[in-house]
């Protein structure tokens, strides 16, 4: 039977994902029949058509000769005809002949090596250009691709991570991940991650959107689904109509639902597309099936003859079981398997290898390739049913026994199912009874692709919540753990399609730069902030001074905030009021850049500029005041005001009915408040309703990831943090995940996180300047790169003078042994009484240091008492230098006496 594994080039060339955030996209967000029905080319056809216009016009235009090759490689995945992949490798020689240093074309050449299944070479020639370039995606793509087919799963992972860290959501990084989590056991997982691919694809790119729906439906396919499948399938027809991979899928279903001859009129016409024999193959067993013996053995004949001359890993595996299966061929089959294992060790690969073993009496060896690949995780039935006539031959009954019901327990209506019921000794007739309840808890979790803009989190409104209702530390779902689309993109395909319609279209550009910035808010892209100041400069150049331009200059003030250029905010917001519209929401950003500036009493001033006199303030009004004003509380030392008024906040979030993704910030900071005020279960209920309103939210799982880890619950809190870094990797988070492996042992797992944490810390212009705090604490934290903490420490002091800056700036100057200069620093920190543990442990150390032992007992003394467990590490710190003084203490009043 054929396995259908997604490759991620088969579905987005690199060239489509290198500008797919910048082109404009046509009206209308969802694909039809009708449109796809009316399209005289396909996406690669238009491609390859569009290209040779360009090369007649000059024929040494390498970029056209790239955009050609990639036509061909993408027309090649359409068709399975791979003639294309020849004209591709034509192309790219010509290429290379005018521009050998090209990087796009030697990129492409890792591509069309890994269409052609040669692995290892892929791999290798990936490598060299990803230690040319590290900060390329696609380059961490490729090398995942190579290192799956080849068995390397563990670095395939570290790929896919890589993808996702750099450039969350992106689809080639999601369709890899979906693979490991198919291959890892993980079925669900695997169809969350296609779904969130398919909603982030294009509308127009139909082959791609009908590639990821087959392969969830391959996954339905395989845990028994088969009614589900067909839907999906269905749906993959309408977008792309005779797809062959669609026609393949098809006919897989009715195999397994025992309807053999549609399924033979579906594999014969997908025959006459795709030229793998696995085709042929699986139409052999479909013969068979049907009862058409003598057109089977024919069939099987042509296989034979074409799998020996073909790169078909597949078919290769496919011969392999077939030989295996006639004893007069089983050395044959090992023959065979040998040659398959010198190339690679994935799961199918050694599974196949088993069962040549097997076919020839080498039992133990099969039983140890065949746990090799059970050893990933792996679910398929198949695989389960080999192992368990393995484990019979060497009788072992309760490993057999235990195989054939996983088996079943896998894919209960699977080929291999009577198989495994006989070898339990199970009738057929029984079937139904025993396995209904399989099938039903099977068919639950997200099956069906979500169309593009299709989903919205703020379809679901989630008011405030019963406290009382939501257990404190209970585990988190995990629907809340991954997060789900949004109309975001919805909006910024609407708004691209608007101004590539009017392109002096003012309001139009502004609507796609306060997209943008959304979905900065939304991610933590810093690309998305980039993106924004763009579309808004350029709708505050075609607007000029008129009312119009309100809403981009504020915007735009919010987009400086993101990338704290907090005096660029401050001058778009006062730009914003100068047009005297009479909106007053400006003041909030001029009340956040002064707090981030540590201007309080500014701040202050500023948000009481948002209650105009003589006037109730609307629901919207209220919470960004009340919200603002909360955070000054807290700073004061006020944090029970601070979480009473950030409760009245959330009320009036929800009532003004504000994005799904605001109304969670409004219960992260609140959990915050409740942290800091040593409430470990009301923050932890916090974050978990932050996460309900608003799924794979990063601040609050990486909140609720630092929670459960200084509540000592350490499962859950890397749990946590993983699922944060993968959405988002903030350099705070992966330095967090890092101390947590430390302090579990997992030394090694620790320093990955550490070394990524520079990596990402230093990746792009705005990076640097959103992280060098957080970069200065963690190499203070982790007494590296003093110096440099130091430097970074005093950079980002240039820009800001609050608290968090003061005390990361005394930590620094601290560690570097300067400690009277990292005293009167302390005290900035702490001059407005704020009730930060962290910042009283800190302020204890350095007077520690200086010889003040009385402050130093009275500041560490304090920390343990407003949150006893404030940090992983430090609060067992603090106990220690505690423990230690008031030992010195008992000493001398022991000598004294």
């Known amino acids: 039977m054929k396995i259908v594994h997604l490759s991620l080039f088969a579905l987005i060339g690199a060239s489509v994902f290198a500008n797919a955030q910048l082109a404009p996209l046509p009206q209308g967000d969802q694909p039809t029949s009708s449109r796809a029905a009316e399209q005289e080319a396909t996406p690669a056809q238009q491609r390859i058509d569009a290209a040779k216009r360009q090369l007649k016009a ?31 490798d034509s192309a790219i020689k010509q290429g290379v002949s005018l521009d050998a240093e090209d990087f796009q074309l030697q990129k492409l050449q890792v591509v069309l090596m890994l269409s052609r299944h040669e692995y290892a070479k892929a791999r290798e020639r990936a490598a060299v250009l990803n230690k040319r370039t590290p900060d390329d995606v696609m380059l961490y793509g490729y090398l995942a691709e190579a290192d799956f087919a080849l068995g390397h799963y563990q670095d395939a992972e570290t790929a896919a991570q890589w993808m996702l860290n750099m450039r969350q959501n992106n689809i080639p990084g999601l369709l890899i991940g979906a693979k490991l989590r198919t291959l890892y056991g993980d079925p669900n997982g695997a169809i969350e991650f296609l779904n969130l691919a398919y909603s982030e694809s294009s509308p127009m790119e139909v082959e791609d959107l009908a590639s990821i729906a087959n392969a969830i439906a391959a996954i339905e396919i395989g845990q028994g689904q088969t009614d589900t499948a067909m839907t999906t399938l269905e749906r993959a027809e309408e977008i792309f109509p005779r797809y062959y991979v669609t026609l393949e899928n098809m006919a897989r279903v009715r195999l397994e639902q025992r309807r053999a001859p549609e399924a033979v009129t579906l594999l014969k016409q997908a025959v006459r597309m795709d030229s793998d024999p696995q085709v042929i193959y699986e139409l052999a067993e479909a013969l068979q099936a049907a009862g058409e013996g003598t057109e089977a053995r024919e069939t099987y004949l042509q296989f034979e003859k074409l799998a020996g001359t073909t790169q078909s890993d597949g078919a290769t595996r496919d011969l392999i079981f077939m030989y295996a299966s006639d004893a007069a061929r089983a050395a044959d089959a090992l023959t065979l398997a040998q040659r398959a294992m010198d190339a690679r060790h994935d799961v199918w690969t050694l599974d196949a290898y088993a069962w040549a073993l097997y076919a020839n009496g080498r039992f133990a060896e099969a039983d140890a390739s065949i746990q090799k690949a059970i050893a990933v995780g792996v679910q398929d039935a198949l695989i389960f049913d080999h192992a368990g006539h393995i484990a019979q031959q060497l009788s072992r009954k309760e490993d057999a026994a235990k195989y054939f019901e996983l088996s079943l327990k896998t ?14 000794g199970i009738s057929d007739s029984a079937r139904a009874s025993q396995l209904t309840s399989d099938a039903v808890a099977q068919s639950s979790g997200p099956s069906q692709p979500v169309a593009p803009g299709e989903a919205s989190n703020d379809s679901v409104r989630v008011g405030p919540i019963d406290y009382a209702s939501v257990p404190a530390f209970a585990p988190v779902p995990a629907t809340l753990l991954v997060p789900r689309p949004t109309g975001t993109d919805r909006a910024i395909r609407s708004a691209q399609a608007t101004v590539a319609g009017d392109p002096k279209n003012a309001k139009g550009y502004a609507a796609l730069g306060a997209a943008y910035f959304q979905r900065a808010r939304e991610t933590g892209d810093v690309n998305d902030y980039q993106l924004a100041e763009e579309s808004l400069s350029k709708s505050l150049d075609l607007g000029g ?10 915007t735009m003030a919010e987009v400086c905030m993101g990338e704290h250029r907090f005096a660029d905010a401050l001058t778009y917001s006062h730009k914003a009021l100068a047009l005297g519209s009479g909106d007053v929401s400006p003041f909030a ?8 500036m540590g201007e309080y009493a500014k701040a202050g001033q500023a948000y009481a500029r948002l209650t105009p006199r003589d006037m109730t303030l609307s629901p919207r009004a209220a919470y960004a005041r009340d919200s603002r004003i909360a955070y000054l509380n807290f700073i004061s ?50 974050y978990v309703t932050a996460l309900t309103i608003y799924p794979g939210d990063y601040r609050a799982l990486a909140a609720l990831g630092k929670l459960r880890a200084n509540q000592g619950k350490y499962d859950d809190a890397i749990l946590l943090y993983r699922k944060a870094i993968a959405i988002v990797p903030m350099p705070i988070f992966v330095a967090e995940l890092g101390d947590l492996y430390q302090r579990t042992g997992k030394d090694a797992e620790a320093k990955k996180q550490y070394q990524l944490v520079e990596y990402i810390g230093l990746l792009g212009k705005v990076n640097k300047v959103l992280h060098n705090r957080d970069l200065a604490l963690f190499y203070a934290d982790h007494d590296v790169k003093l110096t440099e903490a130091l430097e970074l420490a005093q950079k980002e002091f240039e820009v800001r003078h609050d608290v968090y800056t003061w005390d990361a700036l005394a930590w620094a100057l601290y560690k570097n042994g300067k400690y009277s200069e990292a005293a009167a620093a302390s005290e900035k920190a702490l001059h407005f009484g704020t009730r930060d543990a ?27 008492q407003i949150n006893p467990s404030f940090h992983l590490v430090y609060a067992h710190v603090a106990r220690e230098a505690l423990s230690g003084m008031n030992s010195q203490s008992a000493s001398r009043e022991s000598h004294a006496r």
């Open 589 to 596: 950003i001029i009340g956040d850049a002064y707090a981030d």
């Open 411 to 424: 894919n209960a209506s699977s080929l291999v199912a009577s198989d495994a019921r006989a070898s339990l």
């Open 637 to 686: 030392g006020d944090t029970v005001g601070a979480v009473r008024l950030m409760k009245i906040a959330v009320t009036e979030g929800a009532e003004a009915k504000i994005p799904s993704e605001n109304l969670a910030w409004l219960y992260y900071e609140l959990g915050e408040f409740d942290a800091h005020l040593g409430d470990a279960a009301a923050a932890d209920v916090a």
């Open 838 to 864: 962290m910042l009283l442990f800190h302020a204890g150390m350095i007077a520690e240091r200086m010889g003040l032992q009385e402050q130093a007992h009275a500041n560490l003394e304090k920390a343990l």
């Open 545 to 554: 001074d008129e009312f119009s331009t309100d809403d981009a200059l504020a």
């Open 58 to 88: 000059d024929p040494k235009r390498v970029q056209a000769i790239y955009e050609l090759a990639d036509g061909y490689i993408k027309r090649a995945h359409e068709t399975a005809d791979q003639k294309y992949l020849q004209d591709a």
